[in-house]
């Protein structure tokens, strides 16, 4: 099994492809294999790099360990550990943390950041009410509620049960009660950043919502933004040929922005 030990743990990962590499960071509902339609595509141009972050899939975390606090630090690693200088990063929901934490505190290693129904722990006060909104709208819902929408679930029986399967691979049971108060930027840290960002957003997420993605963006100057209709919290995994497309545009596009 394809592991480095890093930090206390045995961190699993993947490597498909070969060109300027691209590191997809999972969310909270996932891990490694969540991104199958993605590695299929971007490996036919990129070295992608899937990873699990500790506590997920492969890789199990150490007993009373650092939990969320050591992703970024885990993910410094595994670059370490692959010859990585820099890199481009794609985060998703809780990966969000892991790859905005390690642009913040690395940004000459990152070439640009795609940060997908994340807003990546901010602390900023425009930030913070809106998420306390969210929390307060989405109490007793059920992960896959907040991760798929209704419209989805009802269309797509199938696929939904893969995403159950896949979120199945995390046992046991990741805890992340701590991630909503973890953050790993300030507003002044994402003023003065230069790494191109693009904050991506399905139009129906309930877990991050629009209005709270775009609190993200404008306290990001070098950031763009976009919505994705008919999607919810996974526009990866629901709309898989739209969120590639846009990647693919967004990195490919980066040299005459």
Partial sequence: MPTVHVNGIDLYHEVSGNG???????????????????????????QVITFDHRGFGHSKDIHNGPGINAFADDLEALLEYLGIDQTFLVAQSMGGWTSLG???????????????????GIDDPSVHEIAR????T??????LERALPQSFRDRCPEKTELYTAIY?????????SGLRGTKVA????????????????????????????????????????LEVPGAGHSVYFEKPEVFNYLVHQFLENLDIQ
């Fill in 20 to 46: 300027d590499p691209v590191v997809f960071a999972h969310g909270a509902g996932g891990n490694h294999a969540s991104w199958w339609q993605q590695v299929a595509d971007f490996s036919n141009t990129y």
């Fill in 102 to 120: 390690f642009t913040v505190r690395h940004p000459n290693r990152v070439r640009a950041l795609v940060m997908a129904d994340t807003p990546g």
């Fill in 133 to 136: 909104e969210v929390a307060k």
């Fill in 138 to 143: 989405n109490q007793g819902k059920s992960l």
């Fill in 168 to 176: 199945g691979f995390n046992f046991p049971t990741p805890d992340t």
């Fill in 186 to 225: 300030t507003a002044a840290q994402l003023k003065s950043l230069k790494v191109p960002i693009l904050y991506l957003v399905g139009q129906e997420d309930i877990s991050t919502p629009p209005n709270l993605i775009e609190a993200a963006h404008r306290l990001t100057p070098s950031s763009s933004y």
